[in-house]
């Protein structure tokens, strides 16, 4: 963290301040666990702290230590209403512009009078606080959360409850430590985590170990329907309405699917086309490897978008003409996926 920012923070602290704590919409394992830790952390330094995150988080973060005391706000809207007016300072964690929390909570977040405080690791950080400690190059913002005690001299707080927190937003969020975002600070920083509490089987157990047995029956639908078209390094899975009725699919269920057609020999590109009969639209999840860039695919042909490696889109025409349409543009690219990695 830059040392202006650091003093900015500091004279921000100077004194007891009631905090809120704004993760993204459709938290993950990284805004619940940067925006816990953090909590934890300023209650230590004698402030009142207020978790709010705008919609549920998945049930596989349901045991974080502190995750009972989060308002969502599409649940509690008044109450969250009531903190964001007497708060002094606003932290906002783990995205870089406030349309990320979408809705009539960015309206809130426009309009509220308390300073702001970001910390994120996405590219182009929105200008709205009066500390940005933003660093692209960074696993998570729980690995930053850990940098921002450390620069205000303050690891002596580290705690068991921010230990986990921690951890699992840095384990989540680098694939568990797999991606390049991994550097060795951060394997550093897990560390010093394990060290002050952070169980790292046990963390993994809770976060991976959760399958239904409805969601495995269902990812043996979607192996068995896995496309591999070897010549252009890619590989397809697709997800009818009726194969996500037999299987009793419920949101969350095909998360990560794509990844499994990921991982297969020689794929750099692979994707996941989901109907869904009631939005009439089939939703399109897109994986890659080195230099493919499925934000650019996402957005030239599925109005969407993301980062290189992963992003989401949808189409409105039906399933079978999606994936028609997707074989035949497909080729196109031979020459970039051939030279991604
Ligand atoms: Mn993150």
């Not at 953090?38 to 702290?49: E, I, T, V």
């Not at 959760?210 to 697709?238: C, F």
């Not at 095909?254 to 499994?260: D, H, I, K, S």
């Not at 057609?261 to 109907?275: C, T």
Request: with cysteine; hydrophobic share 40%; charged share 25%.
């Amino acid at each position: 963290m830059k040392k202006d920012i650091t003093e900015t923070v500091i004279k921000l602290l100077a004194s007891p301040q009631k905090v809120v704590i704004v993760g993204h919409k459709n938290p993950d394992g990284d805004a619940v666990g940067s925006c816990l830790g953090l909590s934890f952390f300023l209650k230590s330094l004698g402030h009142s702290p207020n978790v709010i995150m705008p919609n549920d988080f998945p049930d596989f973060l349901k045991w974080l230590p502190g995750c009972e005391d989060i308002v969502i706000y599409e649940k509690e809207v008044e109450k969250s209403k009531e903190l964001f007016e007497k708060a002094d300072l606003i932290f906002t964690l783990d995205f870089n512009s406030l349309d990320r929390v979408g809705g009539e909570l960015q309206t809130i977040l426009e309009n509220a009078t308390a300073k702001f405080v970001m910390i994120d690791h996405h590219q182009q950080p929105a200008e709205y606080a009066v500390a940005t400690y933003s660093d692209v190059k960074m696993s998570s913002t729980s690995e930053m959360v850990y940098h921002f005690m450390d620069a205000l001299g303050e690891t002596s707080k580290l705690s068991k409850e921010i230990a986990i927190n921690l951890y699992t937003g840095i384990m989540t969020d680098t694939g568990s430590f797999r991606f390049a975002s991994s550097s060795p600070t951060t394997h550093r920083v897990a560390a010093k985590l394990i060290e002050a509490g952070a169980e790292s089987a046990i963390i993994n157990q809770n976060v991976y170990d959760t399958n239904s047995p409805d969601r495995m029956k269902l990812l043996g639908v979607a192996l068995n329907n896995l496309v591999i078209l070897p010549e252009l390094h890619t590989a397809y899975i697709t997800m009818t309405q009726k194969e996500l009725d037999d299987n009793n699919f419920k949101k969350g269920d095909t998360e990560g699917f794509v990844n499994y057609a990921l991982s297969v020999k020689g794929v750099v590109f692979a994707i996941i086309f989901i109907e869904n009969k009631q939005e009439s639209i089939v939703k399109i999840s897109l994986r890659s490897k080195g230099d493919f860039s499925v934000n650019d695919f996402a957005r030239n042909h599925y109005s969407g978008g993301g980062h290189i490696n992963a992003a989401g889109g949808k189409s409105s025409q039906d399933l079978n003409k999606t994936i028609n349409e997707f074989i035949s543009i497909l080729p196109r690219y031979k020459n970039e996926l051939t030279d991604a990695l």
